[in-house]
C-alpha cells in the first residue's frame, strides 16, 4: 500500500518535469532563415583601462610549453601599458587556465567573454585547444589570438593566427632540402592533426619536387618508445628525416635514433617542434640537426636583441626566446595595430580595418604585415642548424616574406577537390 | 511516524533537486553558469551510477569513460555528420581523401532515431559482454578495478590512433547543430540543459527505486557478504551485472549530452585520467549514499570551475586539498553530514536520539 503511493508520487514527479521540459521548448532551429543574433557583447571600455583575455593550460601537460606563452603575452602587455597602453587605456589581463583540457578552454573562453568581458583573448597551443575555443568565439562575435603554427586548412572573421600555417614552415623545409639535393625522405610523426597534415602536404609537394618518401611511422603524443620505428628508418636509409613530432615523444625518438647508430651527418634530421627551449632538453647533443621556423634567437634583425635582454630578465622567463612566444608577443602588438587603426575596440571595426589598410609591426622576426582576408601574418621562412651551444645558425632563408596561404590556394599541385570540400565544410 | 518521514525523504531530496536544477537554476543563473552547470549534470549522471555499482555493489568501476565515450562519440558522430548536411563527410576526414565515402560504421548515425538507439544499446551490450565475462569468472576487487581502468586506457588509445575514422587525439568539433536546433541560440542551450538536468533527476529516480527494491538490498548483500548470498542460491554474478549494465547506460546518457555542451569530444575528456575524476565527486559526495554521488560531482564541477577562476595556475592543489580534508574529516563524504542533519532532526521530531546504526549505514 505504501509502496504504491510512494510510485504515484514519482510518477507525478516525471510529469511534471517532462512537462517543464517541454515549455522550455522554442529556440531557433537550423531551417529558420534568420538565426538569432549573436548575444550583444558586454565589453565596457569607457575607462581608462581595457581588459583582455589571456587563456593557456597552466596546469597539465601543455603546461611546461603553455606558460612560456603566457608569460611573453604578460610581458608584452607590460611593455605596452610603459608605453601609453591601447588608445591610452593600460591592458589589465585576466588569466585564465585551459588546464589542458579542450573542454576546459571553451568554458574558459565563454567566461572571459561572457562574465569578464574582455575586449578579445590570447592564447592556445595545440589545435584541439582552437577547435574548442573557435565555436564559442564565433558565437559570441570575439577576438582570440592564436600564436603557434599549425595544420592550417582554416579561417575564422574570430580568430587571427600570428604562427605560421603550412606554406610558411613545411614547404619551406622542402625547398631548403630540394636546395640540399635530398632524394629521400622519411615521415616521423605523432599521431595527431598537424603531423598528419603536415605529412600529406610533404607527400604532395615532394612527388612534385622528386623527392621519394621512403616510410612514414606514427607514434601517439604521450609515447616515447620510438625504437621499432627507427629501425625501420635505419632499413629504408633515407637521406633525411622529417620529424614531426610534438613535445617529449621528441626525446624517445632522439635517443632510439643515436641508439640506432643514426648521425646528423649521414641522416639528419629536420624538425618543426624543437626549438630553442627543447633542443637542450633532448637528452643528448642534437647539434647537426636541422628546424624549420620562421623566429630564431639568432636572427640579426633591429628589434630582436631587445626582444631577448627584456625577456631574459623578465621575472619567470625561461631564459631563451623562441618561435611560439615570439609568436605570442606579435600577437598583442598586432592587437595594439589593429585597435589603433581601427580607433576603436570593436570587433567587427577591427576585422574592417584589417581588410581595410595594411597593419604591420616591426617584430623579432622581421617586419610582419597582416593579412587582412585571412587573418594570418606574411612570414620569413629560416632553416637553422643546431649549434653545439643549442643555439642555431641560419643556413637558409626565404627570398622574401612568405604570403599565408592557409588553403594552399597558390600551390597547383594541392588537389583542388580537396580544398573546395574543406573550404564548403567551413562554411 | 519515523519510518513514514525516514521512507519520504528521498522522494523529498529528489524534488528539492528537480526544482533547484529545473525551475531555480534557470531563473538566477547566468548563460554561462547554466552551461557550466549542464555539464556537471553530465559528470553527475556518470557518478549516480558509480555510486550504485561502487557504493551499493562494492565494485570500483575506474573506466567509466568507455561508457561516456559510446555515448559521447555517437552523439557526436551524429552532430558532425548533421552539421556538415546531407551527404558532406567531416571535415577532418576530407584532408585525406576528400572523394572518399563516409566509412560503414559512420552512415547510419546520420539518423538522430539510431544514434539516440545507440546512445543506450551501445553500452548494454558491452558492459554485458564485459561483466559477464568478468563476474561470472569472479574478478573482483583491485583486480576488477585494474580491469576496468585498463579498458579506459584501450579504448582513449585506440580513439587516438584511429585519427582517420574518430579524429584521434583533437576529437570531433566544430557541431552547430543538434537535432535540428541550432547551438548559437541562447534559448536552444537552455533547453539542452533542461533535458540534462531532468535526465540526471531519471537516473537518480531509478537508481532510488532499484535501491527500495528486493534487487537493492541483494545488490548490498552481494557487496557485503558475496559467499553467503551465493549460499543462498542467488548468483551475485547476475546481480553486479544489472547494477554494471545500469551504470553504464547512465554514463552512456552523461557522455552523449556533454558533447552538445561542451562542443568537443575527444579521448581527454573520458581516458583513465577522465575516468578517475568522475570517482573523485562520487568518493567526495558520498560513494553509498543516494545523493552523495550526485552532490559530490555536482560540487567537483563546480569547484574546479569557480577554483581556477580564482587560482588559475593553482586550484588544482586547492582542489586535492580539499579532497584530502573531507576524506580524513567526512569518510561518508558530504552526503553523510545531511544524513546526520536529518537523522538528528527526525529525532528531534519524535523526541528520541537518532539511531546511529541507521545515520551510519545510509
Same mark, same amino acid.
Given at each position: ?18 512537462g ?9 532551429? &537550423? ?22 583575455g589571456?587563456?593557456?593550460?597552466l596546469?597539465?601537460? @601543455? ?13 608584452a ?6 608605453s601609453?597602453?591601447?588608445?591610452g ?9 585551459g ?8 568554458e ?5 567573454? &561572457? ?10 597551443? &595545440? ?5 574548442a ?72 609537394y ?53 641508439d ?7 641522416t ?11 633542443a ?13 621556423w ?52 570593436d ?10 589598410s595594411k ?38 632563408e ?30 | ?10 522522494l523529498?531530496?529528489?524534488a ?35 555510486g ?5 555493489g562494492?565494485m570500483?568501476?575506474?573506466g ?10 555517437? @552523439?557526436?558522430m ?27 560504421f ?46 579506459a ?9 584511429t ?26 542551450r537552455r ?56 551504470a ?7 557522455g ?29 559526495g ?23 577562476e ?53
Open positions: 500500500m505504501f509502496k504504491s503511493r510512494n510510485r504515484m508520487m514519482s510518477v507525478t514527479v516525471a510529469a511534471l518535469t517532462t517543464l521540459l517541454l515549455s522550455s521548448c522554442g529556440g531557433a532551429t &537550423t531551417k529558420d532563415a534568420a538565426p538569432t543574433a549573436a548575444p550583444k557583447s558586454c565589453v565596457d571600455t569607457s575607462g581608462d583601462t581595457v581588459k583582455l589571456f587563456l593557456n593550460s596546469t597539465g601537460g @601543455m603546461a611546461i610549453s603553455e606558460k612560456t606563452v603566457s608569460k611573453t603575452l604578460h610581458m602587455a607590460d611593455e605596452i601599458n610603459a601609453g597602453g591601447i588608445l587605456k593600460k591592458i589589465v589581463p585576466v588569466q585564465e587556465d588546464a589542458t583540457d579542450w573542454p576546459t578552454f571553451a574558459k573562453e565563454e567566461k572571459l567573454l &561572457t562574465k569578464d568581458c574582455v575586449a578579445a583573448t590570447f592564447g592556445g597551443w &595545440t589545435s584541439s585547444s582552437r577547435k575555443v573557435k565555436p564559442v568565439v564565433e558565437k559570441y562575435n570575439g577576438l582570440f589570438f592564436y600564436p603557434v603554427q599549425y595544420e592550417g586548412l582554416e579561417s575564422s572573421k574570430n580568430i587571427y593566427y600570428t604562427g605560421a600555417t603550412t606554406n610558411q614552415q613545411i614547404i619551406p623545409a622542402l625547398d631548403f632540402l630540394k636546395s640540399q639535393g635530398v632524394k629521400t625522405l622519411f615521415l616521423a610523426g605523432s599521431d595527431y592533426v598537424f603531423p598528419r597534415t603536415a605529412n600529406a602536404i610533404i607527400k604532395l615532394a612527388a612534385k619536387l622528386g623527392i621519394k618518401i621512403v616510410g612514414e611511422e606514427y607514434v601517439p603524443l604521450d609515447k616515447a618508445d620510438w625504437t621499432t620505428q627507427v629501425a625501420k628508418i635505419v632499413k629504408a636509409k633515407p637521406d633525411f628525416i622529417f620529424n614531426t613530432i610534438n613535445g617529449s615523444s621528441n626525446v624517445g625518438f632522439i635517443k632510439a635514433y643515436y640506432a647508430g643514426l648521425t646528423p651527418k649521414k639528419p634530421i629536420i624538425s618543426v617542434s624543437i626549438a630553442e627551449e627543447e637542450p632538453a633532448m637528452g643528448h647533443d642534437v647539434s647537426g640537426n636541422y628546424a624549420s620562421n623566429y630564431f634567437e639568432s636572427l640579426k634583425t633591429p628589434t630582436n636583441p631587445k626582444f631577448i635582454a627584456d625577456w631574459k630578465k623578465y621575472p619567470g622567463s625561461s631564459g631563451v626566446t623562441s618561435d611560439p612566444m615570439e609568436a605570442a608577443y606579435i600577437s598583442l602588438y598586432l592587437y595594439k595595430a589593429l585597435v589603433e587603426k581601427a580607433g576603436s575596440f570587433v567587427d571595426k577591427i576585422n574592417a580595418a584589417a581588410k581595410a597593419i604591420t609591426f616591426d617584430a623579432p622576426e622581421g617586419m610582419v604585415t597582416l593579412d587582412g582576408e585571412n587573418h594570418h601574418i606574411y612570414k620569413p621562412g629560416h632553416i637553422g642548424k643546431i649549434n653545439k651551444q643549442n643555439q642555431f645558425d641560419i643556413v637558409w626565404s627570398p622574401e616574406f612568405i604570403k599565408p596561404d592557409p588553403y594552399l590556394k597558390g600551390y597547383d599541385w594541392f588537389p583542388a577537390a580537396t580544398r573546395d570540400a574543406l573550404v564548403k565544410a567551413a562554411g | 511516524m519515523i519510518t513514514r518521514l525516514k521512507s519520504s525523504l528521498p523529498l531530496g529528489i528539492a533537486l528537480a526544482l533547484a536544477l529545473l525551475v531555480v537554476a534557470p531563473a538566477v543563473l547566468s548563460d554561462l553558469r547554466l552551461n557550466n552547470l549542464a555539464k556537471y549534470c553530465c559528470w553527475a549522471m556518470v557518478a549516480v551510477g558509480i550504485l555499482t561502487w557504493g551499493r562494492g570500483l568501476v575506474m567509466q569513460g568507455v561508457f561516456f565515450a559510446l555515448g559521447a562519440y555517437a @552523439m557526436g551524429h552532430m558532425q555528420l548533421e552539421s556538415v548536411g546531407d551527404g558532406g563527410i567531416p571535415t577532418f576526414m576530407i584532408l585525406y581523401d576528400p572523394l572518399a565515402p563516409l566509412p560503414a559512420w552512415e547510419p548515425f546520420r539518423s538522430g532515431v539510431f544514434t539516440i538507439a545507440m546512445i543506450v544499446v551501445a553500452p548494454v551490450v558491452v558492459a554485458s559482454i564485459l561483466g559477464f565475462a568478468i563476474f561470472k569468472r569472479r574478478v573482483k576487487g583491485a583486480y576488477f578495478a585494474i580491469l576496468t581502468q585498463a579498458l586506457v584501450a579504448l582513449a588509445t585506440l580513439i587516438s590512433g585519427i582517420k575514422y574518430t579524429g584521434g587525439d583533437t576529437g570531433l568539433s566544430g557541431f552547430t547543430s543538434f537535432f535540428g536546433y541550432t547551438l548559437d541560440d541562447p534559448l536552444n533547453l539542452i540543459f533542461t533535458i540534462t538536468a531532468t535526465l540526471l533527476i531519471g537516473c537518480l529516480v531509478v537508481v532510488w527505486q532499484l535501491y527500495r527494491s528486493r534487487f537493492g538490498e541483494l545488490l548490498v548483500a552481494t557487496r557485503d557478504a558475496e559467499e553467503r548470498v551465493r549460499f543462498l542460491g542467488y548468483d551475485p554474478a547476475n546481480v553486479k551485472l544489472v547494477a554494471f549494465v545500469v553504464a547506460v547512465m554514463a552512456s546518457i552523461g552523449a549530452m556533454f558533447v552538445p555542451i561542451a562542443g568537443i569530444m575527444a579521448p581527454k575528456s573520458m581516458d583513465a585520467a577522465a575516468s578517475i575524476f568522475f570517482i573523485a565527486g562520487v568518493a567526495l558520498g560513494r553509498a549514499a543516494l545523493f552523495g554521488p550526485v552532490l559530490g560531482a555536482l560540487a567537483v564541477g563546480y569547484g574546479q570551475s569557480t577554483l581556477s580564482q587560482w588559475p595556475g593553482t586550484w588544482i592543489y586547492v582542489l586535492g586539498l580539499l579532497f584530502v580534508v573531507v576524506t580524513i574529516a567526512l569518510p561518508g563524504g558530504i552526503a553523510s553530514l545531511a544524513t546526520r542533519g536529518a537523522g538528528v532532526m527526525a529525532g528531534l521530531l519524535v523526541g528520541r536520539r537518532p539511531s546511529h546504526r541507521k545515520a551510519a549505514s545510509a
